[in-house]
């Protein structure tokens, strides 16, 4: 079993709409959770950054991490046609060797259609 | 700024060329970290590295070597390319371990 898994979709929405993202993980060390976009032939952008369990909201954005559950989820309220990109989560260690590598998730195409 | 630049964009190889990747960051970011993403297997880690004249293994570390002469620059190498190094390869760098800045990628096409 990888240590993150995360659907790569493809997943098509309409503008508007409210779009789940969704992680599990089956390290249970994992502290630091984070969301990357990634638009085509581009490099990942940090969108947004959590540390354990809880929600984060940033704009149309919110994080949430379950640890009891290892699921971290990203909503994307009213989606526009700009957030069309690939979005991957990825996580860390809090301490210890391999606390310096982030772990992603194989990311998730999203298309959101006007 | 320019944030974290990459060279060349595009390379094509036939197998058993060397070659290297330049990663530059005007950020004066000590970690540097190299990145290989393939479809269907999302980003790899490579090498990184926690300061000037530093490097350490990541993930998938075989075929490729690394140097950080100088805190802007981490160079990767491959000494004798297979076509399993066909990818996409990014640099980042970071200030603290969650924020890693990312460069716009290397397309590497190994023949």
């Known amino acids: 079993q990888k240590e993150v898994e995360q659907d790569p979709g493809p997943l098509s929405v309409p503008e508007g709409a409210i779009v789940s993202l969704n992680c599990t993980y089956s390290?249970?060390?994992?502290?630091?959770f984070m969301w990357y976009r990634q638009y085509s032939r581009k490099g990942p952008e940090l969108l947004m950054y959590?540390?354990?369990?809880g929600n984060k909201e940033d704009g149309r954005f919110t994080a949430q991490v379950d640890k009891s559950s290892k699921y971290i989820s990203l909503f994307i309220r009213d989606s526009q046609p700009s957030d069309s990109a690939t979005y991957l989560c990825?996580?860390?260690?809090?301490?210890?060797?391999?606390?310096?590598?982030?772990?992603f998730g194989k990311g998730t195409k999203l298309s959101v259609i006007p | 700024n320019a944030g974290v630049t990459q060279t060349p964009k595009f390379r094509v190889l036939k197998t058993g060329q060397s070659m290297t990747l330049l990663c530059a960051q005007d950020?004066?970011?000590?970690?540097m970290y190299w990145y290989r993403q393939d479809p269907g297997m999302g980003l790899r880690l490579i090498h990184y590295?926690?300061?000037?004249?530093?490097?350490a293994k990541g993930e998938v570390p075989d075929g490729y070597n690394v140097s950080r002469l100088k805190k802007q620059n981490f160079l990767l190498g491959l000494e004798s390319a297979a076509p399993s190094q066909t990818s996409v390869y990014f640099c980042?760098?970071?200030?603290?371990?969650?924020?890693?800045?990312f460069g716009p990628g290397t397309r590497l096409t190994v023949l």
């Open positions: 590295s926690v300061g000037e004249g530093t490097t």
């Open positions: 959590t540390y354990s369990s």
């Open positions: 950020m004066n970011h000590e970690y």
């Open positions: 990825a996580m860390r260690l809090s301490s210890g060797a391999g606390s310096y590598q982030l772990t």
């Open positions: 980042a760098s970071s200030l603290e371990w969650y924020e890693q800045f």
């Open positions: 390290n249970s060390a994992f502290q630091y």
